[in-house]
């Protein structure tokens, strides 16, 4: 009998150590990031989509996530206006891009953009770019 309840009691202490790690994974942050390299902004559309799913499946809470534009993608954050100035082939950041950047960037989430792309295709951050 008290083979047993060792057993038993052996058994549960497994499982609950088991439980507690688990639960110490996940309370980390999960740490992402998403990269876009794309003009097109059916493409950079579903990638803030994406990226706001993502933050309803996990909790905003629960991520430390950075977008990382470079190449054309640079195009999501690039004013419409400021598009002839520069390198690239699009102005993406019309007002409704801005108000999706805006309210991902109030759940926590960072803007980054590739300081090459800047250089070689001409753009100016405080005057071209959407708060980045």
């Known amino acids: 009998m008290n083979c047993r ?5 052996g058994a549960a202490l497994l499982v609950l150590g088991a439980l507690a790690a688990t639960l110490a994974v996940d309370s980390r942050k999960q740490r992402v990031v998403y990269h876009v390299n794309d003009d097109d902004p059916k493409r950079q559309a579903a990638a803030l989509r994406n990226i706001q799913n993502h ?3 996990v909790g905003a ?3 430390d996530l950075k977008v990382v534009v470079h190449g054309n993608g640079l195009s999501m954050v ?3 206006e400021a598009q002839a100035r520069t390198k690239l082939p699009r102005g993406n950041a019309d007002e409704a891009v801005r108000a999706q950047l805006r309210g991902l960037r109030e759940q926590g989430v960072q803007f980054q953009v590739c300081a090459n792309t800047v250089r070689s295709k001409g753009v100016t951050v405080a005057e ?3 708060d980045v």
């Open 55 to 57: 933050i309803n499946a």
């Open 61 to 63: 809470d629960k991520l």
């Open 5 to 9: 309840l060792v057993g038993i009691l």
């Open 78 to 80: 690039l004013y419409p």
């Open 128 to 130: 071209d770019l959407f």
